[in-house]
């Protein structure tokens, strides 16, 4: 195939909706890492949510709207009046901060529809790159504060922008990368899942940072793997600090990405003239080039999926359809292993089928929970 | 003293800058607030002049909701600030209408380097360029002088004019609260936060004064409306 890999992207997208890809869409990774259309279609920017609705399922990715209000409230009252609250806590903490320089890229390169919004995107990742260069450098009146950055994240040879949430900051010797999020902190304890998330966020920002200062020829340990998080203490919306170190988290999505094709060869896997032009079809032949271009990429459907990607809906009603395991869940697709899909795994359990060499331990122990089950006049 | 006009007869906020004046404030205060159910009146001041007179209160560059709080304050009336994007827009029309009609204008902070609006943060066009231009340290510089300027007028109102004081202690406590010893068991304390904010100020003022005069005079080359309402972020390369 010809042109560039950003050109093949392009031809792929062929005019569908787009929607930037940020850090949520790329900590979604580790939930599935076999995944292959998941990672092509975020890397060519295509809007999933949008895909999901053409092929009648549609998802609900991002967060609730009475969330996202919440965080709004607590992630306003923060950054208030040249972030004064946020200074405030991180000063209480002992971190030495005596001249705040901020850079505050949201004010100057807003990005919510009134401009064109690649330009925005293209300076903020510009005035990004010099501030965090400028700050690993630590030359003198360098901005210490830069909120809205535009990092660079490498998809695996598609290089994308991330619009980021969180706040690079400098203290001393390091940057750090600070997210306010609205879920409480109760007793000092927080939701072990929503930390457990943005922890995986932060380390997509903390990888970028260490990208960005490894090609510029810098110590990666300029950039500190513990991430600072501001959360509302309690029920009140009073901020608080926690930190989470997330050095395991940045190296699992090295090593993940690491393991994976490129997306060149996924591309590559794409028979030529099939995109998602889906001028002049009508609803079901849009459905059906949407459902080959998947299937040429490939899906791997996990439930874990629900939770991060709008298309996983149709992926769970094809993966029943096949009668694949991996519906039911990792725990049993692994149960399953050797079987391709339970309607063999449940002629295995009655033996009307006689297993296959690979198929021959899960035989056995589908055998023995069927002869419990009829014991107990349950089938 | 300045006077902004509304309608024919009344005169609605005095130049709130200085502190002998806020009696004239209060007298604005008593006038706006709704102390009976009387659907709001005719003469009530738009909200571009409400917004002028709370960005005189703060006397800095501010944050587009801190100055609607300010604006309820000094005025009684409230301001709702998502209509501000659209305020925006009126001004900058208003302003290519008949260039420089009103004695003010509601206008964005710049940045120091390219002069782009920074959205956030409003100024008033007829202060002086040195206040409108944001370097690295201004926007802390402006919040800690904003405190300052709103925690001494609370301090004069608890004396004289409790109505007043009433009125600006919510605004005063959501700025003095990130200061050390601003607020105490919960309400302000407006002479320790005075002293925080000035001790701060004493230790980044003068670098950022220089930044913003070397900036201003910069500036001063562009045309007017420019100097209002900035330079297009998408017009030039980023700076």
Redesign the interface.
Known sequence: MAGSLDQRLENLRAGFDTVRPNARTIAALRDNPGCASRRVLDAAGIDKAKLAERLGHEGQEGQSRFALQRGDRFEKDVKANAFAVAIDLLRRDGFDLDAVRLLLLRDLYPIDGTGDQDVMLAKRAEETRTAILDMARAKPDSYNLVDGGALEWDFGGAIARLETDGIAWRFKDQIRVVEIKSFPLVDGRADAGKVGATAWQGAVYIAAIQDLLEANGMSTDLVSTELILMLPRNTALVPTMLKVDVLRHVRTLRRLLAGQDSIDELVAKLPAGLDLDLDGLDEEQAKDRIAAVLKAIGTSYAPSCLESCALARYCRARAREAHDPRHLGVEVRGALAGVPTTERAARLAEGSARPRTEEKDTAKLLAGVHRVLVQEGLV | MQWATVGQEYVVFPDCRSMQNTDVCARSVSYGRPMTDQPRQRRDPPIRERLLAGLEVLGAA??V??VAEAAEACTGLYVNNRQVASLRRSERTSWDARPSARPAYLAPAL?HRGF?P????LTSSEWDLPRRVVG??S??V??LR?TTNVSRRLAWARKQSPETANAFERLAW??A????GGVRNGSVDPAAAIRAAQAELD??EE?DQAQREEAAAKLEQLDRREQVFGVD??SRK?A
């Open positions: 501010s944050e909701r801190t940045h782009e920074i959205r956030g943060y690295p340290l926007l802390r402006d919040y904003a959501r700025l609260r990130s200061v050390p230790l980044i670098e972020p998408q980023a």
